[in-house]
């Protein structure tokens, strides 16, 4: 049996807000964090509030992230919201400064072997959000 993987990928953000002061790399840093056990793939999306300010992030509907597998060619193997459906109401988050926002979800990869891109994505329409980080299936 494979143990935990864990792949982090950090990033700085270059999303800007109105009347908030960013740092260098922006208002937001994420990571993508990826942990593979046998056929169970967890997928971590982090996203913080860099800026010293609060930040609304606005949404064009109850959906606030969305993750998905690909093939290293781009095809898309498996999408967290195709099987969900999401209330088509404008919304909004506050996000403190320093404060974090995450979400994980699993994804079962059904005996597949070989090279993946997990893609996590934040889908605030004013600090879109999306990282990606390889994921390796190999034999148990």
Known sequence: ??????????????AC???ASPGPSGPLAGSLEVQVLGDTVWLGLHVTNTSGAPLELEFTSAQ?????????????????????AF???VGSERLEPEATWQE??????????????AVGRLVATDHPVELSARVELGED
């Open 17 to 19: 807000a109105g009347g």
């Open 104 to 117: 994980r979800v699993q994804w079962v990869a059904g005996g597949r072997k070989g090279e993946y891109v």
């Open 87 to 89: 209330a088509q109401a």
């Open 64 to 84: 606030r992230f969305d993750f998905e597998v690909r093939t290293t060619g781009g095809e898309e193997v498996w999408r967290w919201s195709a099987d969900r």
């Open 1 to 14: 049996m494979r143990n935990w993987l864990p792949v982090l990928v950090g990033v700085g953000l270059a």
